[in-house]
């Protein structure tokens, strides 16, 4: 016997050669295998956008704690002998500069250099506050020679320093040290700003014509104060 059946709601028609006693079992199959969807459709794949965040980063500047600083702007390495003059600000830890008086200012400071006849290997350089307060002072002074209209910065040391605190009439230092004596380079003053500091003070260089580090033209390294 041949059976037509239809799927409910569509217009195609499921035929079946059976005998008459699976007429039921078969009608209840083709009715099984009808639906709204093809079994074969291919289903549009599930696409997940990753959403990137982008952050920005920046630089400052001063003597905060944390990576090695580097080196100040003000004395960038050089290929040659010529430098821009001017002089930059001695880099201080301000963060604790109001804890006894505030920090010291360059006008409430004499700053001397040492009598010695000859070019010492370490220059120590003597800060006195000879204003009317107590103040504290901590990190690395700037440093310039100038001469014949060239300047050649003391770059940044190793050495770690304290802050230190300066009653009326106190002193500290901090220690100089040149490349050498008897180069190309003859200095006729010596520029010294105090940490934390933009005013500078000027100084006589009384030791003559001192050498350059090699592709670099710094006149030497300076160390922190106190250290």
């Known amino acids: 016997m041949r059976s037509s059946l239809r799927c409910p709601g569509t217009g195609t028609a499921v035929h079946r050669r059976v005998a008459h006693f699976l007429v039921v079992t078969a009608a209840a199959t083709a009715l099984a295998g009808c639906g709204t969807g093809d079994a074969n459709t291919v289903q549009p794949p599930i696409v997940e956008t990753a959403t990137k965040a982008v952050t920005g980063g920046g630089t400052g500047s001063g003597g905060a704690a944390g990576a090695a600083p580097a080196e100040p702007t003000r004395a960038a390495a050089r290929d040659s002998d010529t430098t821009s003059s001017g002089t930059g600000t001695g880099t201080g830890t301000d963060a604790d500069a109001d804890a006894d008086g505030g920090r010291c200012h360059t006008t409430d400071l004499s700053i ?110 300076v160390e922190p104060v106190g250290a």
């Open 112 to 221: 001397e250099l040492p009598d010695d006849d000859t070019l010492p290997a370490d220059i120590s350089v003597t800060i006195s506050n000879t204003g009317q307060r107590t103040c504290t002072m901590g990190g690395f002074p700037g440093v310039d020679l100038q001469g014949d209209g060239l300047t050649h910065a003391f770059r940044r040391g190793d050495t770690s320093g304290r802050r230190v605190t300066l009653s009326p009439g106190d002193s500290t230092h901090f220690t100089l040290r040149p490349v050498g004596a008897g180069g190309e380079f003859s200095p006729e003053t010596i520029v010294i700003t105090p940490p934390d500091e933009t005013e500078h003070q000027t100084l006589p260089w009384p030791w003559g014509a001192v050498r350059l580090a090699e592709n670099t033209a710094y006149a030497g390294t």
